[in-house]
Structures are given as structure tokens and as C-alpha cells.
């Protein structure tokens, strides 16, 4: 079955630019986590959504918005871009809400660089 | 509050010298602790998922085991292609992941 696909795959974008991801769960996976990877910093979370309901938030700014949609998948905004949001951004589904019983199968990441 | 804290941050091995990673964590009520593989610029590979005290997994050369207060990862005989980074993870009110160990296996 098709795994998790994150686009696009690489984007540049200029300080005060806004940005939109996209990430496609796996079929039947209803909830979609959003992290942020960076060298200093590791996974940090971003937030979760379940059936179209934002479930939990971590410490970013209001800059960074997520959704979801009907059928499960999910953008993720970030608005006013800063040299510090270059990053790995990964997705990642699950069957269940807080990633227990099954853990969380992840995509391929946007690798997002802002100049 | 919820950790998990991973050790050593970096490890270099000779191709075929064994060693572990720690996975430490402090979680009430845990629900699963979880290892993944990740290799650069792609996102992390499930591992392992280990439920409860003295389980243990494995998966060629990688064993997991679990205690009440921590995991290891047991690399054994370990080759080129099993550098990576290695994460552990537990599910509370998010998914908390540790900094991870980068593992590099020299031929």
C-alpha cells in the first residue's frame, strides 16, 4: 500500500514569504502529525490532527498553521518566513490519535530552505 | 513531564564491533516505546515497537530489549550500511522522541 507522501520534496523561499506543505496519509489513517527537524534541534512537534480536529500543539508560533481535510490529508502553513524555519518538515500518520499501539509511519520530508 | 533522552549522541564503530544505544524515558503509563531508523534528508523507518518489561525484538543484526526506566538498542556485528540514526520515541499526550544517537560503522 502507498506510504506517506509529503510535496513538494524541496522548496527555497525568501525571508517574509508565506509557505504551504502538503502531506497525504496512508489510506485509513485518520491522524497526521507535523514535525520540524533540524540539526541542534531534532524532532520537534508541531502539531497533530485527527479527523479534521487539531488534537495537540507544541511551543511554535502562531505563524505555523495547520489543517486537515475529509479525507485525511493535511497542509501545513507557515506564514512570514524566517532564516530560522529552514528545516526538515516531516509528516507522519497514524491509525490513532498520539501515535500509541502502532507508532507513526513517516514521509520523505520537505526539505524547506529560506534565504 | 514526559521525556526521553538518548546516549550517547554519537557513536563510531569498526565494522564488526558490537555495541548498545540507550533509550531512557520518563512517561506515566507507558504505552509502547518505539525505535526507528533514520537515514539523511528521509524521514524515520519504524524499527521496533516494544510494549512491556523484559520483551524483547529483533531484526537482523539490531536486537531491542525494555526495562521499566529504559531501552537499548544491541547492534551486533554491525556493517557500513547500518549507520544511520537511530531514534526511540514513546506516545503521551504527543509523540515524544529523543535527540537520537548518529551511529557510524567504519569498514
Known amino acids: 500500500k502507498a506510504g506517506v507522501t509529503q510535496t513538494p520534496r524541496y522548496l527555497i523561499k525568501t525571508r517574509g514569504q508565506q509557505v504551504t506543505l502538503s502531506c497525504s496519509p496512508i489510506?485509513?489513517?485518520?491522524?497526521v502529525s507535523w514535525y520540524q527537524q533540524t540539526p541542534g534541534q531534532g524532532l520537534q512537534f508541531l502539531f497533530e490532527?485527527?479527523?479534521?480536529?487539531?488534537?495537540n500543539k507544541g511551543n511554535f508560533p502562531g505563524r505555523f498553521s495547520g489543517r486537515q481535510f475529509s479525507n485525511s490529508r493535511s497542509e501545513m502553513n507557515v506564514s512570514t518566513l524566517e532564516l530560522g524555519d529552514s528545516a526538515l518538515y516531516l509528516c507522519?500518520?497514524?491509525?490513532?490519535?498520539?501515535?500509541?499501539?502502532?507508532?507513526?509511519?513517516f514521509g520523505s520530508g520537505t526539505r524547506l530552505t529560506v534565504v | 513531564e514526559d521525556q526521553v533522552t538518548q546516549s550517547p549522541e554519537a557513536l563510531r564503530l569498526q565494522e564488526g564491533e558490537s555495541s548498545s544505544l540507550n533509550c531512557s524515558y520518563t512517561?506515566?503509563?507507558?504505552?509502547?516505546l518505539f525505535w526507528y531508523r533514520q537515514d539523511p534528508g528521509k524521514g524515520p523507518e519504524f524499527l521496533f515497537t516494544?510494549?512491556?518489561a523484559g520483551e524483547e525484538k529483533e531484526k537482523e543484526r539490531l536486537k531491542a530489549t525494555l526495562t521499566k526506566k529504559e531501552s537499548f538498542l544491541h547492534i551486533t556485528a554491525p556493517k557500513p550500511e547500518d549507520s544511520a540514526t537511530y531514534l526511540c520515541?514513546?506516545?503521551?499526550?504527543?509523540?515524544?522522541f529523543g535527540t537520537g544517537t548518529s551511529l557510524t560503522v567504519i569498514p
Open positions: 512517561v506515566s503509563g507507558l504505552r509502547g
Open positions: 516494544l510494549y512491556s
Open positions: 490532527y485527527f479527523s479534521e480536529t487539531q488534537r
Open positions: 507522519a500518520s497514524s491509525s490513532v490519535t498520539g501515535g500509541a499501539i502502532s507508532g507513526y509511519t
Open positions: 489510506s485509513g489513517h485518520r491522524s
Open positions: 520515541a514513546v506516545p503521551g499526550n504527543q509523540f515524544y
